[in-house]
């Protein structure tokens, strides 16, 4: 079956470190995209890409980086930079040329950095 | 920037009654797409329910419709026959059909079904 696997469910890390999160794709969508979440707020975009080695900065980019070197792959590393990096991160990915088609979504990383 | 709007933070609704959750957005396009997405206690999104802008007709899936009203930039989600599954965080989500196409979400309403 298709669909979007992210890894791991939940994620611990101590303050200072920087942490991976994967996101892997085998439904041949060409965009990808990376959603934080936090009570009251509703998601919030931090990266996405359209295709293979390019990416665009969401609306809260800061202290996250991510990278696609292959389709079906888009890794966000949240950097000791991100001053409140607990939340619960979504990764979604769509087919780049159907504007109606909406979102399929992993079932997200739970972060907490102490 | 787009901007979407859920002013009902929490809504509860007896159990095979009918409930309507509001979502209203703020855009200057004309054309673009409109969605709802359940969240479960698992977390997981999934699509309820899709509307183009220029389709007049409102969509319906099963027990889920829309009131898509473009001049008041208004879509709400209306759930008939509710049931105990229906239970979830809805988020109401924009995304216009040219330039930049990140979907833009609400901040979501907390459906509680009562038994």
């Known amino acids: 079956d298709g669909g979007i696997t992210q890894s791991p469910k939940y994620l611990f890390r101590k303050e200072g470190q920087n942490v991976t999160l994967s996101c892997e794709q085998n439904?041949?969508?060409?965009?990808m995209y990376w959603y934080r979440q936090d009570p009251g707020q509703g998601l919030r975009l931090i990266y996405y890409?359209?295709?293979?080695?390019?990416?665009q900065k969401g609306d809260i980019a800061e202290g996250y980086s991510v990278s696609r070197e292959k389709k079906e792959s888009f890794p966000l590393t949240v950097t000791s930079a991100q001053k409140n990096p607990t939340a619960f991160y979504l990764c979604?990915?769509?087919?780049?040329?159907?504007?109606?088609?909406?979102?399929?979504f992993g079932n997200g990383t739970r972060l907490t950095v102490t | 920037a787009q901007t979407v709007t859920q002013s009902q933070p929490e809504m509860s609704v007896q159990e095979a009654e009918t409930v309507t959750l509001s979502c209203t957005y703020d855009?200057?396009?004309?054309?673009?797409?409109l969605f709802w997405y359940k969240q479960p206690p698992s977390r997981q999104m999934i699509l309820v329910i899709r509307?183009?802008?220029?389709?007049?007709q409102n969509a319906t899936e099963n027990r889920f419709s829309v009131n898509f009203q473009k001049a008041a930039k208004s879509f709400s989600l209306k759930i008939s026959d509710s049931q105990l599954g229906d239970a979830a965080m809805y988020f109401c989500?924009?995304?216009?059909?040219?330039?930049?196409?990140?979907?833009?979400f609400g901040t979501g309403t907390r459906l509680t079904i009562i038994p």
């Open positions: 979604a990915s769509s087919i780049r040329t159907g504007r109606e088609e909406p979102l399929h």
């Open positions: 439904l041949n969508h060409d965009a």
């Open positions: 890409s359209q295709i293979v080695n390019d990416f």
């Open positions: 855009t200057s396009e004309s054309d673009y797409y």
């Open positions: 509307q183009e802008a220029y389709k007049q």
């Open positions: 989500a924009y995304r216009a059909n040219f330039g930049n196409e990140k979907l833009t």
